[in-house]
């Protein structure tokens, strides 16, 4: 099975930013939040994280006693000059104009048709083999962001890219997928296992 874990809560979550590309640190609470999901997953046989370090943090912080692997697939979004601005800095028609073509690209930026090809390269290798990757024997986590975890969620049911758009995605929430005899599945979608114990601060 493949589990896709948003990282925990950042700075730039907790001022309502825009942050694609920029390097913003993890909270505490996003820290407790990572170590709560951690503590929720088993038979996990390999981790691999976006090359951000929140999401670096985050894939530490799980402590599944495994190595971090780093592939850029999974990096979040390149937001180009609205990166690390607040989001209300974004006119009202660039939002309508970005949720309605995914080859819009923000100047500088990276278009959400381009977050799908290579997010879908990553999953399609990671159940290209029977009894390897995601359909192999424990589960693979990939600690990412919301663009890419999204845009693997619309890969799984068939959906094209702009359906990402329609889809909500906690921080530290996690989202499983898998082979099954019908082929890809999504079987959880935005499971949140630190709201579910003791608040997380």
Known sequence: MLI???????????????AGRVEVPLTERGREQARAVGASLHGVTRVIASPLGRARDTAEALDLGLPVEIDDRWVEVDYGEYD???????????WAEWRADPHFRPPG???????G???RAACEELFAVDGEGARGEGDVVVVSHVSPIKAATCWALGLPDEG????????????????????IALHTFNDTPWSKGPPVR
């Open 164 to 183: 990402a758009w329609r889809l909500y995605l906690a921080t530290a929430s996690v989202t499983r997928i898998a082979q099954g005899p019908g082929g």
């Open 84 to 94: 690390g601005r607040p989001l209300g800095d974004v006119p009202p028609a660039t």
């Open 4 to 18: 896709l874990v948003r990282h925990g809560e950042s700075t730039g979550n907790a001022a309502r930013l825009l």
């Open 109 to 115: 930026g990276e278009t959400m048709a381009e977050v």
């Open 117 to 119: 090809t290579r997010v």
